[in-house]
């Protein structure tokens, strides 16, 4: 190796380090970790349990079963759920999760009853006061509490390991400890006194429980599990108002009335719902001024980030309603798919609206259920939000899912590319348009923010090259906002705040530079030698070839005798033709590409 290229490898190798650590300061591990030449880390899986491990212990087979393994156990692991309580509310536990090395038990606490209710009860509070069983919890004292006004012979949790050793919920402490799973908390506050409990309930509550066990194993093999305690619950502040029995608070009549002029939409029993129906929540949100109902997926987690985008207000603007009965007329958890007030809008996501199966949600009331008998229905009542699907909440998301056309890669392989990834879409900040142009030459879908077609000539401006396009201010970040919606990356110059949505800050300063860097970024570098283009004055990719004779009196006299094929873009209406500038230009940016690829080789 000569000295130059020592030199050059070197400062390529010192160039790529830097881009890593500025990925990591802007919150892009994976990224980072693809340019530094480390394996790829692996997105985290959703943490489940095997369905066949999961047992409902309401009846008397389950509670002698539930009995047995929970008398044999070393450890356990203990979590719990009740109805959300309000302000001045103390709903009854309605379920009590219990797992031990090979089983999670689910004590419905609602459903069981007699001899029955008796095993699983003397089962439970032998295990939480035995000296040979360890508990393990996460924030515990609000679950013992509860538990001591279900379990007549229930004193004190002993041997408690309580793993909430932070202000940290649960799910922050799997991603810390477990960064191979992600917790999904999205069923936390639906309505646990209700029966059946829907399926996404009941994973949700296994998980819940389970995940504990590998959480303190985790802890401790990073030194950082607490210690045993003994935990009593604490003296009661309310009088006992069982959940079981809510209140009528005259939602359910005002929802049958909703539904006797919504067409499509009906009240049916809960016990005689159809059996494709699909459960939908719906979340009453105040954005700004306004009350709106979030009907989405159960189960689906929603990002209010996201929601704010959609919804075009300030994030600090956009919150879950802590006035559900003053403002939409009905109890929070119990929030039906359909407005009871005049002044409440409905929205839903797009997957919603476009299915061809029933779709449920609360009535209002209990043993009721209100039903759209398609995502049609529902679309009489809703307005469409955007795809949450296409939306990244972080550059790792959105780069993990670019995939470009030549993927990031190290020396372990190429990146696997995301399953919808909608790829190769970026959108520029408006001063980066020199840099934009160069992006699309080599077929990146490149807008840049606020661009538009010029639609009249003036005498100072031709309609020709560059000038067939223009930036107007006031829809650069209308622009930005969509581009975080349709899911395209986002790059901006240092100099400008961040944009919404998942966006990479360019450090380079001069539009070869910038170019350079988001090769790397982007994982574009292989892209600049193979021939693949846009318009680099539009971003259009709607080519028309022409002959020499079609471009006559436009294209200059000396072009059209050496030219035999022409080039015009659909969208600008611009004329191009291989020549010397075309070869120049893509000379230029294969030089900067494949300066660096040799010299990071070498
Ligand atoms: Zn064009």
């Known amino acids: 190796?000569?000295?130059?290229?020592?030199?050059?490898?070197?400062?390529?190798?010192?160039?790529?380090?830097?881009?890593?650590?500025?990925?990591?300061?802007?919150?892009?591990?994976?990224?980072?970790?693809?340019?530094?030449?480390?394996?790829?880390?692996?997105?985290?899986?959703?943490?489940?349990?095997?369905?066949?491990?999961?047992?409902?212990?309401?009846?008397?087979?389950?509670?002698?079963?539930?009995?047995?393994?929970?008398?044999?156990?070393?450890?356990?692991?203990?979590?719990?759920?009740?109805?959300?309580?309000?302000?001045?509310?103390?709903?009854?536990?309605?379920?009590?999760?219990?797992?031990?090395?090979?089983?999670?038990?689910?004590?419905?606490?609602?459903?069981?009853?007699?001899?029955?209710?008796?095993?699983?009860?003397?089962?439970?509070?032998?295990?939480?006061?035995?000296?040979?069983?360890?508990?393990?919890?996460?924030?515990?004292?609000?679950?013992?509490?509860?538990?001591?006004?279900?379990?007549?012979?229930?004193?004190?949790?002993?041997?408690?390991?309580?793993?909430?050793?932070?202000?940290?919920?649960?799910?922050?402490?799997?991603?810390?400890?477990?960064?191979?799973?992600?917790?999904?908390?999205?069923?936390?506050?639906?309505?646990?006194?209700?029966?059946?409990?829907?399926?996404?309930?009941?994973?949700?509550?296994?998980?819940?429980?389970?995940?504990?066990?590998?959480?303190?194993?985790?802890?401790?093999?990073?030194?950082?599990?607490p210690s045993e305690r003994d935990v009593a619950p604490a003296p009661r502040t309310s009088t006992d108002s069982d959940a079981a029995e809510p209140d009528d608070d005259g939602a359910l009549a005002v929802a049958r009335a909703v539904v006797a002029r919504t067409p499509g939409c009906s009240i049916v029993a809960a016990d005689a719902m159809p059996a494709d129906a699909v459960e939908v929540n719906a979340l009453a949100v105040e954005a700004g001024d306004r009350k709106l109902l979030v009907v989405a997926e159960a189960g689906k987690r929603l990002d209010l980030k996201w929601l704010a985008l959609a919804l075009d207000t300030p994030r600090r603007r956009v919150r879950l309603s802590s006035r559900c009965v003053e403002a939409f007329g009905v109890a929070p958890h119990r929030v039906p798919p359909i407005a009871l007030r005049d002044d409440v809008s409905v929205v839903a996501t797009p997957a919603l609206l476009a299915s061809t199966r029933p779709l449920w949600g609360s009535a209002g009331g209990d043993g009721y259920r209100v039903v759209f008998e398609d995502g049609a229905a529902l679309a009489r009542v809703a307005s469409p939000l955007p795809d949450p699907a296409l939306y990244y909440a972080t550059l790792d998301e959105a780069l993990d899912a670019y995939g470009g056309g030549n993927a990031p890669t190290t020396s372990s392989g190429a990146v696997r590319l995301a399953a919808g990834a909608t790829g190769r879409r970026v959108m520029l900040d408006a001063s980066l348009v020199a840099c934009a142009r160069r992006l699309r030459m080599i077929g990146v879908d490149c807008a840049v923010a606020g661009e538009v077609l010029r639609k009249e000539a003036t005498p100072r401006r031709p309609l020709d090259g560059c000038d067939r396009v223009h930036v107007i201010a006031s829809k650069v970040d209308t622009d930005l906002r969509r581009a975080a919606l349709e899911g395209r990356l986002v790059v901006v110059a240092s100099s400008r705040k961040r944009a919404p949505g998942a966006c990479y800050v360019v450090r380079g300063t001069t539009p070869d530079q910038q170019f350079d860097e988001l090769l790397d970024v982007l994982g574009e570098r292989g892209a600049v030698a193979t021939w693949g283009s846009r318009c680099g004055i539009c971003n259009g990719c709607d080519w028309h070839t022409l002959a020499p004779e079609a471009v006559v009196g436009e294209a200059p006299q000396g072009v059209l005798a050496d030219a035999t094929e022409f080039y015009r873009c659909g969208v600008c209406g611009q004329l191009f033709w291989?020549?010397?500038?075309?070869?120049?230009?893509?000379?230029?940016?294969?030089?900067?590409?494949?300066?660096?690829?040799?010299?990071?080789?070498?």
């Open 578 to 602: 291989p020549g010397a500038k075309y070869e120049d230009t893509m000379a230029t940016l294969r030089g900067l590409a494949l300066t660096k690829a040799v010299s990071s080789v070498s």
């Open 1 to 225: 190796m000569t000295a130059l290229a020592v030199m050059a490898s070197l400062l390529a190798t010192t160039k790529s380090l830097d881009l890593a650590g500025h990925l990591r300061a802007l919150g892009a591990p994976r990224a980072a970790q693809r340019l530094d030449g480390g394996p790829p880390p692996v997105a985290p899986t959703p943490f489940t349990v095997d369905a066949s491990k999961v047992h409902l212990v309401a009846d008397a087979a389950a509670a002698a079963a539930f009995s047995a393994d929970v008398g044999s156990a070393s450890a356990i692991a203990l979590d719990c759920e009740w109805r959300p309580d309000g302000p001045g509310e103390d709903h009854a536990v309605a379920l009590a999760q219990v797992a031990t090395k090979s089983n999670v038990w689910l004590v419905d606490f609602v459903d069981i009853s007699g001899p029955a209710r008796i095993t699983a009860l003397d089962a439970l509070t032998n295990a939480l006061q035995s000296q040979h069983t360890s508990i393990v919890a996460f924030s515990i004292a609000a679950d013992v509490s509860k538990l001591s006004s279900v379990l007549p012979n229930f004193a004190q949790a002993t041997r408690v390991v309580d793993l909430a050793t932070s202000s940290d919920g649960l799910a922050a402490a799997v991603r810390r400890w477990l960064p191979m799973y992600h917790l999904d908390k999205a069923q936390q506050r639906s309505d646990w006194a209700l029966r059946p409990l829907s399926p996404a309930q009941v994973a949700y509550a296994a998980a819940d429980a389970a995940v504990l066990l590998p959480l303190l194993d985790a802890m401790r093999a990073g030194g950082a599990a």
